[in-house]
């Protein structure tokens, strides 16, 4: 993992010190809301609809033990005793008081950790896989480039006030588990014909009133020339993005108005300009340094056969039920990729405890696992699990309550914290995230029903990634009345695509039906071995349609 050198730590340390002086201003009536409002954005901070929420950075979702434990201090400390893991790989903590402010980002620096640059109009929080370093198909571990760009981007007094605030994925694999094409900008990691490693870059992806899938506008970036290709990139955008109007401001807008065409010609001619500069070129040297913090752990010599787990499975369906949804193959024999679902049924998802983020940190201590990571699922991973060791891991996260197996099924919704928190949102999503999960409770049915992803927003801002779900709910208000339109066919994967609307919404206690008819409807549908997303796409949106409104027409009628 990367550690702080001492400049890192007095970067962030000041941070919290200017923060302090300026929300100190603010208790005394100095500054007004209107001028503490770009201040407080640059260091994390909303005011949502009940009280300040903080927003806290965690740089390609990588977390070690000691700074779980931070977490879940401040979860006791500051807030009610939990945080929320979102899907750009944050965590939110939602009862903040804005005189603890400056304290907790004190106690953040001290675990290498802070909110800078998770809001506000500038390069925001850089993801990645959640399976960086362990997947079989990746590459190289793309969590270096995800901190070059971190590093690059971080206050870079060029890029702090764009036209609107822009979000950057990092992957080095084919199977896409970021949802690159939903970013403002993404980073793909590929090799040449000459198999040389460089960079496929995306421009213009992006959820909200008006979805896009981005496009690619460098087909092979030298790993020397990645800053200086992204520089151009913001400069296109910086220099041409939308300021009139606050709909219009991102660069989707920009990128799919200019053509893919004359958005690689600009970003081109930029990139020339700024490359013959020479000041951004990445030295070997830097990259090695960077490479070395996130070198894997010494693997032990293992084999695939695992008589312990076979044996404890066969005794424990529970335990056979999680090792068969939530373990995923890893690139080193002996070691698999465990999932830790924070969806247990009737949970708010991404929802964690003070008493749960201690216990990850325990548990990480006693098996000698060196870190976890977020995932943009609202889950976290497991990344490098010995498999003799998964029966006793299991364990210990079922006494922590966190050991639902269900990573991939119908239960594991995406969901945003909606108007139960947000000040922005039309409409609730947790209630009807958790109607929806206990419709499916069963597991011998969410194993019938198999991969389906559903994501919930509670408004057109799309936070719960709705435009990507295989069935996706977007709330809407109508006169003061919650209601939620389906959206079918997204997808956030390698074959990325926006959902359709299915037609006019549902009410509140209508969408849980109509969620269960399309889904009976498609078990009805498909073929041997399909996806709903498979299905969705041969049969197109009218089976659906036909089902969902039963319900509706029966009472017209």
């Known amino acids: ?86 899907t750009r790989q944050n965590i939110q903590f939602n009862w903040i008081k804005l005189k603890d402010v400056p304290d907790v980002l004190a106690e953040l620096a001290g675990a290498e950790m802070h909110a800078i640059q998770t809001s506000g109009n500038c390069i925001r929080n850089v993801t990645a896989d959640h399976w960086a370093g362990a997947a079989a198909d990746e590459i190289e571990d793309p969590r270096p480039v995800a901190e070059l760009i971190r590093q690059w981007s971080s206050l870079h007094p060029e890029f702090v006030f764009l036209p609107r605030k822009f979000k950057i994925a990092v992957i080095a694999s084919p199977h896409d588990r970021a949802a690159l094409r939903f970013h403002d900008a993404a980073v793909e990691i590929v090799k040449n014909g000459a198999g040389e490693t460089g960079y496929r870059v995306w421009v213009g992806g992006g959820m909200g009133r008006t979805p896009y899938l981005s496009y690619v506008v460098g087909d092979f970036v030298p790993k020397a020339d990645l800053l200086a290709f992204l520089e151009a990139v913001m400069r296109v955008y910086n220099e041409n993005g939308r300021r009139d109007n606050l709909f219009k401001a991102r660069i989707k807008i920009l990128a799919h108005a200019l053509g893919e065409t004359e958005m690689r010609e600009r970003t081109l001619r930029e990139f020339r300009e700024t490359k013959a500069q020479g000041h ?51 690139k080193v024999s002996g070691y698999v990729i465990a999932t830790v679902s924070l969806k247990a049924i009737g949970a708010v998802p991404g929802d964690i405890s003070a008493d749960q983020l201690d216990g990850l940190a325990d548990l990480l201590d006693h098996f000698g696992l060196e870190e976890i990571r977020v995932s943009h699922e609202q889950n976290l991973v497991l990344p490098h699990v010995r498999k003799k060791n998964l029966a006793l891991i299991f364990a210990r ?99 990325a695509s926006i959902g359709d609307i299915m037609g006019p919404g549902f009410g509140e206690h209508e969408i849980a039906d109509a969620v269960e008819r399309v889904v009976e409807a498609y078990l009805k549908l498909r073929k041997d071995g399909e996806r709903f997303l498979d299905t969705y796409r041969r049969v197109g949106m009218e089976p659906f349609r036909n089902v969902a409104y039963l319900e509706q027409l029966h009472a017209a009628h």
Request: glycine share 8%.
């Open 1 to 86: 993992m990367y550690r702080y050198d001492e400049f890192d730590a007095r970067f962030v340390r000041e941070r919290v010190e200017q923060f302090r002086f300026q929300v100190e201003r603010r208790l005394k009536g100095e500054l007004t809301e209107d001028e503490f409002k770009p201040l407080r954005l640059m260091n994390g901070l909303y005011l949502q609809l009940h009280a300040y929420m903080l927003r806290i950075a965690v740089p390609y979702g990588t977390l070690r033990p000691d700074q779980l434990r931070t977490l879940a201090a401040i979860a006791r400390r500051y807030d009610k005793g939990y945080g929320h893991f979102t």
């Open 280 to 330: 951004l070129e990445v030295p070997e040297a830097e990259r090695a340094r960077i490479e070395a913090y996130f070198a894997p752990p010494r693997f032990d010599v293992l084999t695939d056969d695992a008589p312990e787990l076979n044996a404890a499975a066969a005794r424990d369906p529970d335990l056979a039920a999680w090792a068969r949804t939530n373990t995923h193959p890893h």
């Open 397 to 495: 996260l079922k006494a922590l309550g966190l050991a639902t197996a269900n990573a991939g099924l119908i239960t594991d919704i995406i969901s945003c914290p909606g108007l139960d928190y947000c000040d922005l949102a039309n409409a609730r999503s947790i209630p009807v995230a958790q109607q929806i999960a206990r419709r499916f409770e069963k597991l011998d049915r969410q194993y019938d029903i198999g991969e389906l992803k559903i994501k919930i927003s509670g408004c057109i801002n799309a936070c719960g990634h709705h435009h990507a779900g295989h069935i996706g709910i977007l709330g809407v208000d109508k006169k003061g009345v919650e209601y939620y339109q389906l959206l079918l066919g997204g997808s956030g994967a390698e074959d």
